[in-house]
């Protein structure tokens, strides 16, 4: 696709279910990235894939919050057992990696985010 | 904690005026990065400076960087009411592939 594309754009869901949330990156970028948006705050960290794997998940904020990528493409960020302090927006973003070159590896491509509420 | 701390949090201008943001920065960079983020949805690129730069230009954009005082900032000049949105600063440094951002700050431009 042209950009990155992020769903569900909303999910509403209830305190103890888990919840899957999904990015499909820029065709060609190799590097991925997840971070949460609380109201008002700037970007916290979670997660960055290069490939399939992931060299840095020290951004996870427990144990319930766990991401795979496969294919080097599609990756799902999951949230089991969501407590109310969950609720933020997500969002993912891509970049080239070095195949971008020095400068372009630090460039991110965003998608416009999924605002998860649990009640 | 941030690596980037942007400067006010929020800034409310007329259409026409000039709007400056800073960004403060705590250790050595490889480059920094401002981004965009208007309501409801994903930041967007502006531009990126190199440590070895002090000045870039993109349109009505300009921003300086010193990187003996940690600091960088961005002037939007003849600011638009389609400005409005929120900006943030991001650092890389040295092998890292992950930009630290700021909290951002808010601009209203009022037409």
């Known amino acids: 696709g042209a950009g990155v594309s992020q769903s569900p754009s909303n999910k509403v869901t209830e305190k103890g279910k888990d919840v899957e949330l999904r990015c499909d990156p820029i065709?060609?970028?190799?590097?991925l990235y997840w971070y949460r948006q609380s109201l008002g705050q700037g970007l916290e960290f979670l997660i960055y894939?290069?490939?399939?794997?992931?060299?840095?998940k020290s951004g996870l904020p427990s144990d319930r919050f766990s991401a795979e990528r496969t294919g080097g493409s599609v990756s799902t960020l999951t949230i089991q057992r969501t407590q109310q302090e969950d609720s933020a927006v997500y969002l993912c973003a891509s970049s080239p990696g070095l195949a971008g070159g020095l400068l372009a590896k630090n460039i991110q491509y965003f998608g416009a985010g999924t605002r998860l509420s649990v009640l | 904690s941030q690596q980037g701390e942007e400067d006010p949090q929020a800034l409310s201008i007329q259409e026409g005026e000039n709007a400056t943001m800073n960004c403060s920065y705590k250790?050595?960079?490889?480059?920094l990065q401002w981004y965009r983020q208007n309501s409801g949805r994903g930041l967007v690129h502006l531009i990126l400076?190199?440590?070895?730069?002090r000045e870039k230009h993109s349109g009505r954009l300009r921003v300086t960087l010193d990187t003996s005082k940690k600091s960088s900032s961005l002037l939007i000049t003849a600011s638009r009411a389609a400005d409005t949105a929120s900006y943030f600063c991001?650092?890389?440094?040295?092998?890292?592939?992950?930009?630290?951002f700021g909290r951002g700050t808010s601009l209203i431009v009022h037409p």
């Open positions: 894939f290069q490939g399939n794997s992931a060299p840095d």
């Open positions: 991001a650092t890389a440094s040295g092998g890292s592939y992950i930009p630290t």
């Open positions: 400076i190199r440590s070895n730069e």
């Open positions: 065709s060609g970028h190799t590097a």
């Open positions: 250790t050595s960079i490889n480059n």
